[in-house]
């Protein structure tokens, strides 16, 4: 974790681009006032001076600590703000926060990564980690699901990934130049031959999907302990002291975001 007296107090961050992604999400590219290395899957608290903050995945890769990248979904308050951002702008930072993934217990085996909608910024970091050390993983796919074609982000970057892994790509709803799967992104588990004595799989997305997909991958085999869930609550310090996001006595803040299925299946609504 980077060094700060208080942990409420943030590093500056000077917006160096947006992207818009889709309608309602964009991508900030920030350098921040001083290298903020981290894992891939921690997140960090990302504040606008006087008004607010709230917990953000970054999105690019953990090994350029100097150039931090957010993709963020305007559903509210704080992302409605962070969106009427620009170029020059100013973010505060806090963090890295959470455990990231466990990319020594992936060596060696299949990677598949079950993801929808606005999980593919953490996947993202995931993904740039696993690429950055192709060699030490057996093989990586992707399945990735959004409501529509304009929903999916990181367009720019599917050819490019689909050179480098396995990538399968669903909309819940086609429209006329749509030329792949159509149906939720469970349906592309049907797709692919996964050899389960040798694979984990990674789920992230919105609580229902991330219901289905577990489920799917119990329903074809996977077992409990190779199921890797990154989990969203509403969370606020992001340091264990406010309690929003507990799960029974496990804080997604500081124990997660990222559990195995094993570690939370016994406990009741998790999928809120
Ligand atoms: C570890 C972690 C990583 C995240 N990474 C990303 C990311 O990379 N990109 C991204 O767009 N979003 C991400 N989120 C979700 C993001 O933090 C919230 O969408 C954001 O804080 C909402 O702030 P707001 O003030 O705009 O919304 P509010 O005005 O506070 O709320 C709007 C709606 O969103 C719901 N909501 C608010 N916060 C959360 C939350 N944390 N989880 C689920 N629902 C919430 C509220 O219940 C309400 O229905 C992440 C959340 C966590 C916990």
Request: charged share 25%; with cysteine; hydrophobic share 35%.
């Amino acid at each position: 974790m980077n060094q700060q007296k208080n942990p409420y107090k943030p590093m500056k961050g000077i917006i160096e681009k947006v992207i818009p992604e889709t309608p309602g999400i964009r991508t900030f590219l920030v350098k921040p006032e001083s290298k903020f290395s981290f894992h891939c899957g921690q997140f960090a608290e990302v504040s606008i001076p006087g008004v607010g903050e709230g917990p953000f995945a970054m999105s690019s890769p953990c090994y350029k600590p100097d150039k931090l990248e957010f993709t963020i979904q305007n559903v509210g308050f704080m992302t409605s703000r962070l969106h009427t951002l620009n170029k020059g702008d100013e973010l505060g930072i806090r963090g890295p926060y959470g455990n990231g993934f466990p990319l020594e217990d992936f060596y060696g085996k299949e990677v598949l990564l079950l993801i929808g909608g606005v999980g593919f910024p953490p996947a993202r970091a995931l993904l740039y980690s696993l690429l950055h050390e192709k060699e030490k993983y057996k093989r990586i796919l992707m399945c990735y699901g959004a409501r529509s074609p304009e929903d999916i982000v990181y367009k720019y970057q599917i050819d490019d990934f689909r050179k480098k892994i396995e990538l399968h790509l669903t909309v819940d709803k086609a429209d006329k130049s749509w030329k792949e799967s159509e149906g939720v992104v469970t349906v592309l588990l049907d797709k692919v031959k996964i050899d389960l004595n040798n694979s984990v799989a990674v789920v992230i997305g919105p609580p229902i999907m991330m219901k289905f997909g577990t489920l799917k991958l119990l329903e074809v085999g996977y077992k409990p302990k190779d199921i890797y869930l990154s989990m969203e609550r509403k969370m606020y310090c992001g340091i264990g002291q406010c309690r929003h996001c507990l799960i029974d006595n496990l804080f997604i803040c500081k124990d997660g975001p990222v559990f195995t299925y094993k570690q939370l299946k016994d406990f009741p609504d998790i999928w809120e």
